[in-house]
């Protein structure tokens, strides 16, 4: 079974910046995407940005520039630097892993979410 923990959210000012982390535990495929969306209540999920395995990055346009998605040096980690936060940043925040086992099937897992609020 696959485990999402996520961490480093909180209150910041606008402007300011904070870390999100992310490990997967558990049996992971090396084919592999990890991200980052989030979510506003009401509103429907949104990609942040993610990460291949192969260190491939992709961004929302609204945070190309500010945002920064890498992997951490152990395995099956992810963290998104944030920095430059505006108040329509905040929401919560949910880590996403994308496996694969053979061409065309992946398996989808999420975090709990973290709570990102942005004060202007």
């Known amino acids: 079974q696959v485990q999402l923990v996520e961490s480093g959210g909180g209150l910041v000012q606008a402007g300011g910046s904070l870390r999100l982390s992310c490990a997967a535990s558990?049996?992971?495929?090396?084919?592999?995407?990890m991200g980052w969306y989030r979510q506003l209540p009401g509103k429907q999920r949104e990609l942040v940005a993610h990460i291949t395995n192969g260190n491939i990055t992709k961004y929302a346009d609204s945070v190309k520039g500010r945002f920064t998605i890498s992997r951490g040096d152990a395995k099956n980690t992810v963290y998104l630097q944030m920095n430059s936060l505006k108040p329509e940043d905040a929401a919560v925040y949910y880590c996403?892993?994308?496996?694969?086992?053979?061409?065309?099937?992946?398996?989808?897992?999420w975090g709990q979410g973290t709570q990102v609020t942005v004060s202007s």
């Open positions: 996403k892993l994308d496996h694969s086992d053979r061409p065309g099937h992946y398996y989808g897992h």
């Open positions: 558990g049996s992971i495929f090396s084919v592999n995407v």
